[in-house]
């Protein structure tokens, strides 16, 4: 079992949807969670991160955590062609930093 | 800030060659990590420094692989005798100590491609 584990998709949205990441987490001890969006061929690029259980908002983007579940989700609202792309997410220890493979996100005009 | 910078950005080289990668972390940032990501996959952690100190190393690292921070600013990641399997993208990230978030931010990478 991966310790970060992603549906790699890819995930289909029309343009103005709101489109819904998730991920599960293995290690209860992971202190706080990333997400990163990644164009094809380039670096990921943080989004935002979450630490405490709950929302958290950004702009377009929410952020979702439940420790008790170890699940991580990532909302994107009034999604646009330009939020195509691969979204990673990581949990942290310390430290130690884990990504999942990614979800391949596909935004249709 | 002008973000963290790598250098090359890509490398072609025959298996059995060495090769050195360059890092240069946003100004300030004390923490620098290596990471190695390949199609379809996350990126894998491979090393962190603390300013100059390397705390922690991937115990799936390599005897082939060192990584050195001098002077607490950039860092070099070299691989020697270059195998196949080496082909990757290799990136390298930094946070900032004093700011407690843990956020780390990723340079554009050097792409690797061992013939």
């Known amino acids: 079992q991966k310790e970060v584990e992603q549906n790699s998709g890819p995930l289909s949205v029309p343009e103005g949807a709101i489109a819904s990441l998730n991920c599960t987490y293995s290690?209860?001890?992971?202190?706080?969670f990333f997400w990163y969006r990644q164009y094809s061929g380039k670096s990921p690029e943080l989004i935002m991160s979450?630490?405490?259980?709950g929302d958290k908002e950004d702009g377009r983007f929410t952020a979702q955590l439940n420790k008790a579940s170890q699940y991580v989700s990532l909302l994107i609202r009034d999604s646009q062609p330009s939020d195509s792309a691969t979204y990673l997410c990581?949990?942290?220890?310390?430290?130690?930093?884990?990504f999942g493979a990614g979800t391949r996100l596909t935004v249709k005009p | 800030d002008t973000g963290v910078s790598q250098n090359p950005r890509h490398k072609i080289t025959k298996r059995g060659q060495n090769v050195t990668f360059r890092c240069d972390p946003i100004?300030?940032?004390?923490?620098l990590y290596w990471y190695r990501q390949t199609l379809g996959q996350g990126p894998e952690f491979l090393t962190y420094?603390?300013?100059?100190?390397?705390?922690?190393k991937s115990r799936l690292l390599s005897d082939r692989f060192s990584a050195e921070r001098p002077k607490g600013s950039f860092s070099t990641l070299e691989i020697q005798r270059t195998e196949q399997g080496d082909s990757a993208m290799y990136l390298c990230?930094?946070?900032?100590?004093?700011?407690?978030?843990?956020?780390?931010?990723f340079g554009p990478g050097t792409r690797l491609t061992v013939t």
């Open positions: 990230a930094s946070s900032s100590m004093s700011s407690g978030s843990y956020e780390q931010y």
């Open positions: 290690d209860r001890g992971s202190q706080s």
């Open positions: 979450i630490y405490s259980n």
């Open positions: 990581a949990g942290r220890r310390n430290n130690d930093m884990r």
């Open positions: 100004s300030e940032h004390n923490r």
């Open positions: 420094f603390q300013n100059e100190a390397q705390l922690e």
